[in-house]
């Protein structure tokens, strides 16, 4: 059997981004800009579950052979920079830069903070793996520190992205502010957001 993320996974996405939009706006009065934003973040959050978490494989001949032959802990590793594929190491890096560079649209963060939250979100993924290994009997991802340590490099590229990108957009969006030209809903809140970092 194949647990995998389909169709019903996003649907029950969408659902649960309802209820959080909903409690945003009754209660929290957030903007339709900010809602917007965090949209786009909890899909990113959807589909970085989608590529870390699944499929999980159960039940079938060749999981019961991994069973005889692997320990739970046989592909886990918790010794730091020993990075065994250069390619997995650069696409874990890849898999947080949207998290550095969009979490400030969301929130107030320095860069410390950022690598904080990217270090806790990381470190969520990986204990989800190794708890999922556990529970089903065999390991059925690579749990391994350096994957921590590699998101937590794309998380300060991704905020280390937005100051750049930020610095480029108060200095164009600016300009068309002081040239009398009123900024759409969405540049505006780019503007604010830059305009405060």
């Known amino acids: 059997m194949l647990i995998d993320f389909d169709l019903l996974s996003y649907l029950i996405g969408l659902l649960i981004l309802s209820g959080l939009i909903f409690l945003l706006k009754k209660k929290y009065k957030k903007s339709n800009m900010y809602i917007l934003f965090y949209t786009i973040f909890f899909v990113y959050i959807l589909n970085v579950i989608k590529y870390t978490i699944f499929p999980i494989e159960i039940g079938t001949l060749f999981v019961e052979e991994l069973k005889e032959q692997l320990s739970t802990f046989s592909r886990t590793n918790v010794i730091p920079f020993k990075f065994q594929n250069f390619e997995q190491t650069f696409l874990n890096i890849l898999l947080t830069i949207p998290f550095g560079f969009g979490l400030p649209y969301l929130k107030k963060v320095n860069i410390k903070s950022a690598l904080l939250l990217g270090i806790l979100f990381s470190f969520l993924i990986e204990s989800t793996q190794f708890i999922i290994s556990l529970v ?24 280390l992205l937005f100051k ?12 068309i502010k002081k040239a009398d030209n009123k900024l759409n809903p969405f540049l505006n809140y780019i503007y604010q957001i830059a305009k405060e970092n």
Request: glycine share 8%.
């Open 164 to 175: 750049l990108f930020s610095k480029v957009a108060f200095f164009v969006l600016h300009n």
């Open 136 to 159: 089903i009997g065999y390991p059925y991802r690579v749990t391994d520190i350096n994957d921590i340590l590699a998101n937590s490099i794309g998380v300060i590229v991704g905020y």
